[in-house]
């Protein structure tokens, strides 16, 4: 019994250690190109569902920022957009203009429907019908929830 134990404890810390890791990434938005590595690293560490909700909260963002520059009669500028996100993890960016986190929840709700064939993502105010098609499923092995019964083929 105490060799399964010293088998499975190194596995359980593997995947506690990477389902953590996303939880540690902060955006770096120095450069445009620091941003662009950061949101890539983000898109690749979060689950498909939490990067449907990172990047709705990130446009909530940017419609939000533009909006309030509006009012106030002047541009909305990308190194304005960028000093907003600055240092800002996964939490904080979903959080940022809904801090209830309703929204970010009801994306990736969102998420799961469409995959489930249900209606699609849940629109914002004033965005135009959307279809599924706007966010592809993921295929192949390599995502989480993937099926992996049907082998190489994909088909019976």
């Not at 990130?58 to 419609?63: K, N, V, W, Y």
């Not at 904080?92 to 929840?105: F, H, I, Q, R, S």
């Not at 499923?137 to 088909?155: D, K, M, V």
């Amino acid at each position: 019994m105490l060799k399964l134990t010293v088998v499975v404890y190194p596995d359980a810390l593997a995947g506690t250690a990477s389902a953590s890791g996303w939880r540690k990434l902060q955006i770096d938005a120095s450069s445009e190109a620091a941003f662009d590595q950061s949101v890539a690293t983000f898109q690749e560490k979060l689950s498909p569902s939490r990067r449907v909700a990172f990047a709705r909260s990130l446009q909530d963002i940017q419609d939000e920022g533009t909006k309030r520059a509006t009012v106030q009669q002047r541009d909305y500028t990308r190194a304005e957009h960028l000093q907003r996100l600055h240092g800002l993890g996964y939490e904080e960016v979903v959080t940022l203009v809904d801090p209830t986190g309703k929204k970010a929840g009801q994306y990736r709700a969102g998420y799961y429907q469409a995959r489930a064939g249900g209606p699609s993502y849940p629109n914002r105010p004033g965005d135009a019908p959307r279809s599924n098609a706007v966010y592809p499923r993921p295929e192949g092995a390599g995502y989480r929830g993937s099926n992996t019964l049907r082998g190489p083929t994909g088909g019976l």
